[in-house]
């Protein structure tokens, strides 16, 4: 509130320096200082900002500006909040930037009627973010996609064990960064990026396929591949290691191959329409007054066939305790249609984002909010999955699961 009242304060000094003014200047513009328009602050001034930050520039001369630029954009401002000593305006949030532009000028450019001036000045941009990884559990020479934000001035990427990454390709946008996942033999961990204006890890780890974390990975002692971690009722889907039909994993995994299915049909436990496991020790009881939101279900997918419209009900629990996820991957995708083009991505979903049972239809109630929601008393998890049909058919649906396990995310 007192931010708010300095902010005010000084906005009706400023309109009436503005009222009362002449046209008399005693020599060309001068900027001193660049700051946050806060009157508690002013005294903070600064040489950098990101994109979208609202400014004072306080100096000489400032009247009758014609325009302000941003290393040469210009930059929308109100004549009315224009004095003699002040200018208030925002930096463009499309503003170039270094890592759009390695040539710009850093540097701020005022014109008025009576002169003009440049000021030293650096528009930043944010730290890297990362949104998903392609594929958590890519094998050795897959290519490896990271989405997120800022992704630009890339010097390195290191994962697991120490190891570095340079060759790098990404976008003018800096919306992702591509490279080739490198040999992390059995080693687990999460990634980082190491980019010119911060770094950032990613939210899982990577080559988690055989550790603490997995409900299950389908592999049976002795069987090769993976270490094993079975936990799987033996029942749902076809259990198969076979690396022509759904190439790039390791081990076995679940294949789900069904069609035929009228519309609202639920009768999942027909045809290959369901992933049924054991349950789990995953857990200490600690865990159950923790945040959902903490945690993340984590699995990789492969589509053979386009996944249109049939649900995947994941579930934890059963009974009237259960919480559930629709997992509905082709809603809001282009042409409602989602499709790995038979390779293995990995999803991610919040534990918080699971749903109680509301009128009788699962994972449209609350959301879950401890982990005492999805974790029994005695730290066990019951999962499975389910597939049910919607308002249409199903003609056909062709995909594999792999690597379910639940990860800690904040």
Request: glycine share 10%.
């Amino acid at each position: 509130m007192r931010q708010h009242t300095c902010i005010a304060f000084l906005l009706l000094c400023l309109l009436w320096a503005a009222c009362s003014k002449d046209n008399d200047f005693s020599g060309p513009p001068v900027v001193k200082a660049v700051s946050l328009l806060d009157s508690a602050r002013q005294d903070s001034a600064f040489i950098r900002a990101l994109p979208g930050t609202l400014v004072l520039i306080t100096g000489e001369n400032l009247g009758g500006v014609t325009s302000i630029s941003f290393n040469g954009l210009p930059a929308y401002f109100n004549p009315t909040y224009n004095t003699h000593t002040h200018i208030i305006l925002t930096i463009p949030d499309n503003a170039p930037t270094e890592a759009t532009d390695p040539g710009v000028p850093n540097e701020i450019h005022i014109v008025t009627t009576h002169g003009e001036t440049r000021y030293s000045f650096t528009v930043d941009i944010p730290p890297p973010s990362i949104a998903y990884i392609s594929n958590e559990n890519a094998q050795p020479g897959d290519s490896l996609i990271i989405v997120g934000s800022s992704l630009w001035l890339i010097d390195k990427v290191t994962f697991p064990g120490g190891r570095e990454v340079t060759a790098l390709a990404g976008d003018e946008a800096g919306t992702w960064v591509g490279m080739i996942m490198p040999d992390l033999g059995t080693d687990t961990g999460r990634i980082t990026i190491h980019a010119k204006y911060g770094t950032v890890s990613s939210h899982g780890p990577l080559n988690d396929h055989q550790s603490a974390n997995l409900l299950s990975n389908l592999t049976e002692k002795p069987e090769e591949g993976e270490t094993p971690v079975f936990n799987w009722a033996w029942w749902g889907a076809n259990r198969t290691n076979d690396a022509a039909l759904f190439p790039g994993t390791r081990g076995y995994y679940l294949q789900n191959i069904f069609g035929g299915v009228g519309a609202n049909d639920g009768a999942w436990w027909n045809g290959n329409r369901s992933g049924n496991f054991n349950e789990v020790q995953r857990f200490t009881p600690a865990v159950l007054t923790e945040q959902a939101s903490n945690y993340a279900l984590k699995f990789e997918v492969n589509t053979k066939e386009p996944w249109t419209n049939a649900i995947c009900v994941l579930r934890f629990n059963d009974g009237p305790t259960t919480f559930a996820y629709r997992f509905m991957p082709f809603s809001g995708a282009p042409g409602q249609r989602f499709h790995t083009e038979n390779k293995w991505g990995t999803v991610t979903i919040p534990l918080s984002e699971f749903k109680s049972t509301a009128d009788g239809i699962e994972g449209t109630g609350s959301n879950a909010v401890a982990m005492s929601d999805v974790v029994k008393s005695d730290g066990k998890v019951a999962f499975g999955y389910r597939f049910i049909a919607g308002d249409t058919p199903i003609e056909v649906f062709n995909a594999a699961f792999d690597n379910f396990r639940i990860i800690k995310i904040r």
